[in-house]
């Protein structure tokens, strides 16, 4: 079982930055692809960028430009760097990976199904 921790959130300032991070114990682990999803109350949850093992990355319209997404197979980490942050990104952060069994997900440029999810880390934006 993998087990996926994500750190890093907090409550800032609009127009700061975060960085996110997503690590997992398991060894070896190299899945296709990764995600960040983010939760927003009364809101569904929403993907927010994907990076495939070539280090390919799509994101969702609302972070193009602000957020990034990167990983380091080393380090078995995810991380999003979150930059220029405004209220409405306040949310619960998720961070996915591929597995064998979940729910198959289309980013802009490829798929990947997501079955191991974390506990989530809120970030907060106030207005």
């Known amino acids: 079982q993998v087990q996926l921790v994500e750190s890093g959130g907090g409550s800032v300032q609009a127009g700061v930055s975060l960085r996110l991070s997503c690590t997992t114990s398991a060894r070896p682990y190299a899945p296709h692809c990764m995600a960040w999803f983010r939760q927003a109350p009364g809101k569904e949850r929403e993907g927010v960028a994907a990076i495939s093992t070539d280090g390919t990355a799509n994101y969702a319209d609302a972070v193009e430009d602000r957020f990034i997404i990167s990983r380091d197979n080393a380090k078995n980490t995810l991380y999003l760097q979150m930059n220029s942050l405004k209220p409405e990104d306040t949310a619960i952060y998720y961070c996915?990976?591929?597995?064998?069994?979940?729910?198959?997900?289309?980013?802009?440029?490829?798929?990947?199904?997501?079955?191991?999810w974390g506990q989530g880390t809120q970030v907060t934006v106030p207005f």
């Open positions: 996915a990976s591929e597995s064998e069994v979940g729910n198959w997900y289309v980013f802009t440029s490829f798929g990947c199904r997501l079955g191991y």
